[in-house]
Every structure is written in C-alpha cells, then in structure tokens.
C-alpha cells in the first residue's frame, strides 16, 4: 500500500471514493456541495497536501492535510477497505508532512457522534 500525493488526473477517481462515502460526511449531500468540496481538493492538490492510496488503480483511502493550520482536515476510506491500515498509513504520511513541535488539530465529527467512535480512536493512538 503506497501512499501518493492525489494530482488533477486523479480528481474523478477521488470525488467517486467522496461520493461513496457523503452520507459520513455534513455537506456533501447536494450536488453543490460536492463541487464545492471537489474545488477544495483541487486546491489541496496544488499544494501538494492531499494524499491517497490506490489499489489496481482504484482510490480507496484519502487525506487532506494544512501544513499552514497544521491539521488533519479530511479523512475517508472506502467501506470495504476499511479495518485493513489504510488509514493509519495515511495518518502516518500526513504527520511526517506536519510539525510534530506544535500542536496537530483534527477536523472530525463531533463528540459523541456514533460515525466518530473509529476515526477518534484512531488519531487518539
């Protein structure tokens, strides 16, 4: 499983990944806001913080990243890729990518939300 940082060519594989997994995330529900957050990937990938991770040239797992906020803003992993390390390779990229001398913030679900029991797991280890 290598991890790579996402380009323009790949932005259709990745907003299909997005779709399959919308209903976990506020916002995407519309179609507007989509284009909205595929304008924002773009924008991640210009910078060069926004990573992901293929399998038979298919994207199963993502991550956006601020080098400026120093913070995790977006993690998703395909449903049936799930529980297989794909996200903590990515987490494990992104903090290599981040100051670990400052405090990381993570842009997640809230406290006490049942889709954030995992995903909080995972960044507290």
């Not at 919308?22 to 595929?38: I, M, S, V, Y």
């Not at 924002?40 to 990243?65: H, P």
Request: aromatic share 6%; charged share 30%; net charge positive.
């Amino acid at each position: 499983m290598e991890v790579i940082y996402g380009s323009g060519k790949d932005i259709d594989m990745w907003m299909k990944l997005v779709v399959d997994v919308r209903k976990n995330f506020p916002g995407l529900e519309t179609e507007a806001g989509l284009q909205d957050h595929k304008r924002t990937v773009l924008r991640f990938m210009d910078k060069k913080q926004a990573i992901c991770i293929k399998e038979e040239n298919i994207i199963i797992g993502v991550m956006l990243f601020s080098r400026v906020h120093n913070m995790i803003c977006c993690l998703a992993v395909s449903p049936q890729h799930r529980r297989k390390g794909v996200a903590s390779r990515l987490l494990d990229t992104a903090l290599h990518e981040l100051d670990r001398e400052r405090n990381i913030t993570v842009s997640t679900f809230r406290e006490g939300d049942m889709k954030g029991l995992a995903p909080r797991a995972l960044y507290k280890k």
